[in-house]
T-cell receptor, first 113, second 114 residues
């Protein structure tokens, strides 16, 4: 079947605007993760969803960041009032169980001008 | 706190030569260990993983890695590098705290010279 997909692939926005990034996990995968990849910081965990449990938001850098997962499938990461330091590649991954391999999507490159 | 270290930011290897990329972690128990590769503009592709059992694991594209508990290491190796192996390689560790969000090393950029 299809892998993890993310949209858009690229997003350019102005400082202060809100953006939404979408992730479609592999069908049947119950766990979904968001990571951020930026120069100098490497790959950082942001948030994790597992089934119907409350998400682990411990990696979100500020309250401007939020995410939801509807129907246990598609997830949206929202960044409000974007700042230039939010510029990065946002990667989504999914896995079949909590200890299974994470498969990554191609990422969304966000540029905040 | 748990951490993952890839001490080499860049490595240049001649095509056909052998390769070893280093990865060390800091954790009190045995973690889940992964190597991913990322080509320019691409997402992360899993090369191999270690959960338990045989400490020498084979992956795709001719890569292998060996888990050494005594050294807290999980080094990636390939006996003969091809030009298409030029990419960035990430070691990642899942610490078994009930779920396994990954902690990544900073990555090692592999350059392959003719």
């Amino acid at each position: 079947g299809a892998g993890v997909s993310q949209s858009p692939s690229n997003k350019v926005t102005e400082k202060g605007k809100d953006v939404e990034l979408r992730c479609d996990p592999i069908s049947g995968h119950t766990a979904l993760y968001w990571y951020r990849q930026s120069l100098g910081q490497g790959l950082e965990f942001l948030i994790y969803f597992q089934g119907n449990s409350a998400p682990d938001k411990s990696g979100l850098p500020s309250d401007r960041f939020s995410a939801e997962r509807t129907g246990g499938s598609v997830s949206t990461l929202t960044i409000q009032r974007t700042q230039q330091e939010d510029s990065a590649v946002y990667l989504c991954a999914s896995s079949g169980t909590t200890t299974d391999t994470q498969y990554f999507g191609p990422g969304t490159r966000l540029t905040v001008l | 706190a748990q951490s993952v270290t890839q001490p080499d930011i860049h490595i240049t290897v001649s095509e056909g030569a052998s390769l070893e990329l280093r990865c060390n972690y800091s954790y009190g128990a045995t973690p889940y260990l992964f190597w991913y590769v990322q080509s320019p503009g691409q997402g992360l592709q899993l090369l191999l993983k270690y959960f338990s059992g045989d400490t020498l694991v084979q992956g795709i594209k001719g890569f292998e890695a060996e888990f050494k508990r005594s050294q807290s290491s999980f080094n990636l190796r390939k006996p003969s590098v091809h030009w298409s192996d030029a990419a960035e390689y990430f070691c990642a560790v899942g610490f078994n705290s009930g779920y396994s969000t990954l902690t990544f090393g900073k990555g090692t950029m592999l350059l392959v010279s003719p």
